[in-house]
């Protein structure tokens, strides 16, 4: 069996955020480092990682099935199935005992053990690990070597806010910053590797700090190295954004005009429920400062709808929201009980249909704004990062600083800057005509 030996190749399956994203990636990094070899696209690889997310619908079910597959798929020669990620740290003990052809589980504070524990694994031993010590897995991992035009940095992890209907606070644990020594550190080396962008990450990213500097400072430390061109951060909680990070969209040119801020709902009461610790007049206050110091920037939020006891008129009021604020891009979600969250065992769980039909109506909203907000880019020029060739043929993908994917033709290279004019806008992308290079 394939199960019981060292494995040569790999694959590594994100889902969920982003941060889960560059979990992926710093554990093929891993595995790279090891001896392994990622498993070319469409052949089986002996060793699956199932990165994956707890925060909405019904994940561990799709865990379970895709378990299913894989080992179905191997026949008798099934891969090593190791399940990494929030679902992993959740239900650890549960995926042992359910599924017998997982080999390893592992959590998301946990993973740089995973060369060890495949070694166990390949021994024949089954192995699991969800400890959650603080900041010992980045000093374990290895250095990082290739980056694209854009990468992700994760700064901070972990969440202290406990909203009622999230379980990123037992999943992740408690707000962690890693030290600056490190993350500049990371991002030179980053930079090095060729990243043009860094997009810094963290559950509340804005909470990151360490002594007296706060998170303003390290997007000012950051923007000091000099072939960096491009900053961004996500996913930022109301209650931590300071003075100084508003200000420093005024002040740092690198810093891109793009703020990702969720509020979840427009209703008081809701939000109160949800334990938020914001009114929807207080977030509205906050989007103007930031407007005020950077009156072109990028709104972009996340939203639930049909929360425990949401009725109509509290649901209109995120639709006033929506329309106060005018986002230029926003994710939506129903809600989705998840179990040991206090929301999970609230009274007035609301009807699917009704869900279903307040996310259509806010779904659509959003969409209106989005694409209002992108045809209002028609016939402006603007910067963008070269990221990648486009499907067509002479084609090119580069983002503006809204985060706006633009299509392009000419003969560019990855990691570009190129001033465009917008010709063109759909809801999802936009269209542009290249003018001239910029070399960073
Ligand atoms: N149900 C639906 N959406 C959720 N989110 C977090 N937990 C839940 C849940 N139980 C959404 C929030 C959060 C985003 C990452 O996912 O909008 O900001
Ligand atoms: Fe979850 Fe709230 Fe923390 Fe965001 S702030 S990760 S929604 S508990």
Redesign the pocket.
Known sequence: MRQSRTPETFRVKSFG?QMNVYDGERMAELLADKGMRAAPEGEEADLVVLNTCH???KAAEKVYSDIGRLVKAGGDKPPMIAVAGCVAQAEGEEIMVRAPGVGLVVGPQAYHRLPEMIDRVARGERAADTDMPADAKFAALPQRRRAGASAFLTIQEGCDKF?T????PYTRGAEISRSFKDLLREAEILVEAGARELTLLGQNVNAWTEGDLGFDGLIKAIARLPQLQRIRYT?SHPNDVTEGLIRAHAEVPKLMPYLHL?V?SGSDRVLKAMNRSHTADSYLRLLDRFRAARPDIALS????VG?PGETDAEFEATLRLVDAVGYAQA????????PG?P??TMDGQVPREVMDERLQRLQAALNRDQLAFNRACVGKTCEILVERKGKRPGQWLGKSPWLQSVHFEGEPAIGDLLTVEIVGAGPNSLAGKSAERRAP
């Open positions: 955020c925060i909405r619908e909203c209907y999230c379980v990123v996913t969720p979840q939020g996340d939203f639930i929360f994710y939506s979600f129903k809600y989705s009980p998840r969250t929301a999970a």
